[in-house]
């Protein structure tokens, strides 16, 4: 199944923002993932809130804004897409978007697909009980995940495993806590498991 990230080449990507290009004749694919087929740019500010523009190839374009404090109101197909596009960029070329300028420096290099091979990082999750889990990446948050074994599943499709930590409890919150030690995997696209 083609993912963004296979149809797109990064343009720009450094402290401030990345820019993702549309290749050339890739219109069928965008419609199957369900964009404009006049897609031709996809712009993200990083920092802690951001701005998504969506540019078509005559220029024209619309804008979304997330993040820390606020967001505007979007429909399910806006939101998909959304989704679609952090996807491609936090996972498949695990670029750092969210943050300060400081988070960003690891990952700004980071230019296709083959840049991010044996990059380092540290995991941690945390979760109460049954609860949700909270991912950490390099100590700031990254994701949420359902349970312990959606969470694990990812660890385990986006990245090899250098060490691995007991379950522990935090001495302040409680809350249990596995750490990682991992290095992003090559992508490869037979490697596309559901979460």
Excluded at 23 to 48: A, T, V
Excluded at 80 to 86: A, F, G, L, M, T
Excluded at 137 to 160: G, H, M, P, T, V
Aim: with cysteine.
């Amino acid at each position: 199944m083609t993912k963004l990230c296979d149809i797109v080449d990064i343009k720009n990507n450094d402290l401030t923002s990345i820019t993702l290009e549309i290749k050339d004749n890739k219109e069928l694919e965008l419609i199957n993932l369900g964009f404009d087929p006049k897609l031709k740019y996809i712009y993200l500010s990083k920092g802690e809130n951001h701005t998504l523009k969506f540019i078509k190839s005559d220029m024209d374009s619309f804008s979304i804004d997330f993040g820390r404090n606020g967001y505007t109101l979007i429909s399910d197909d806006v939101k998909d897409q959304k989704n679609k596009i952090i996807d491609c960029i936090s996972n498949d070329f695990s670029i750092t978007y969210d943050g300060e300028r400081k988070d960003f420096i690891k990952t700004s290099n980071i230019m296709s697909l083959d840049d991010k091979k044996d990059l380092e990082f540290k995991i941690s999750l945390y979760w109460f009980n049954d609860g949700d889990v909270s991912m950490h990446r390099d100590n700031r948050f990254f994701k949420f995940f359902k349970n312990l074994s959606q969470a694990e599943s990812y660890i385990d499709k986006y990245y090899n495993i250098q060490n691995k930590s007991e379950i522990h409890k935090s001495n302040q919150t409680g809350c249990n806590i596995l750490d990682y030690d991992v290095s992003c995997k090559e992508y490869s696209i037979d490697n596309d498991l559901e979460l």
